[in-house]
């Protein structure tokens, strides 16, 4: 009992700082990246946003699982990063704006800078926890699905939002629907995803049209915006997507979006704790 005891109040006491110092931002396995800095566009890249919850955080603190850090942010922070990106007075953005800002047909005010935000996979805790917020303030964003996989319930342990939720997002007005492969989000044992294989890229393109096909059943257009899973492709996978009519193709290489930058190379930085810091301070800068 006295040993049950003593490992509650040890617990207790972990607890208390994972609440009040939240996750461990030096914990974080994302690289150091270089500061951001001058004019240009921020594509911001989440995944989940979970409720606030004191066993996650505790496990996340303790495990120091991505599912909980690197591709989690959680509800509260979430609802206070977008307040904070108001408050900054950013210019919140379509991708059809950002292409149109990389292509020069579109300019910033001098004093401004502008900001994309983006979901990728997009499970249920998108719809659930972070659309009403950006319902609330009225803010743009862009949806890349995994099309073969919407409504999985058991995705990677995750469960993706269904048709009737991305329909109603898309439908706010405020959504744009983008995809993110048809059934190629995955890793080969090699550690690599299939389509960075040059062997594999007639596969790479039957999983492009099969999206295009699904994407044409449910919203009557060809899409616009892919993004790449794990956040970068080839040439020659650059191409089958080019060839297919899309317009920008969105990766996770780290850094802002500037007028004449490739849109076949849209940069764009994964949300961890860290690298918000690294944004607000950003965002804050003259």
């Known amino acids: 009992m006295k040993r049950f005891i003593l490992f509650l109040l040890a617990a207790l006491l972990i607890a208390f700082f994972v609440i009040k110092f939240g996750i461990n931002h030096d914990n974080s396995p994302v690289e150091a990246h270089e500061n951001l800095s001058g004019q240009g566009c921020a594509v911001l890249t989440y995944h989940r946003i979970n409720k606030d919850s004191f066993f996650d955080k505790f496990n ?47 300019t910033l005010p001098s004093n401004r800078k502008c900001v994309l935000i983006t979901f990728d996979d997009v499970d249920e805790s998108v719809y659930q926890n ?27 342990g995750v469960s993706l939002a269904d048709w009737k939720q991305i329909e109603e997002m898309q439908k706010s007005g405020l959504a744009t629907v983008g995809t993110h492969t048809y059934d190629l989000h995955y890793l080969k044992s090699n550690g690599r995803p299939p389509f960075l294989v040059n062997k594999n890229i007639n596969a790479f393109q039957k999983d492009a049209r099969s999206s295009i096909k699904k994407y044409e059943k449910h919203f009557g257009s060809k899409p616009d915006y892919f993004a790449y899973p794990y ?48 944004v607000k301070n950003w965002i804050q800068s003259k």
């Open 130 to 156: 972070a659309f009403p917020i950006l319902k609330n303030y009225q803010i743009p964003f862009t949806v890349f699905l995994i099309m073969g996989q919407v409504g999985n319930k058991d995705y990677n």
């Open 60 to 106: 996340g603190f303790i495990t120091n699982d991505p599912q909980l850090t690197t591709y989690n942010i959680y509800k509260s922070d979430f609802d206070q990063q977008m307040k904070d990106l108001k408050r900054n007075n950013v210019e919140f953005i379509t991708p059809q704006f950002l292409q149109e800002y990389m292509t020069k047909k579109k």
């Open 231 to 278: 956040g970068f492709g080839t040439p020659r996978t650059d191409k089958v997507l080019m060839d297919d009519g899309y317009k920008l193709i969105f990766s996770l290489r780290y850094g802002l979006n500037k007028p004449n930058d490739p849109t076949f190379f849209v940069k764009r930085i994964l949300l961890t704790y860290k690298d918000w810091d690294d």
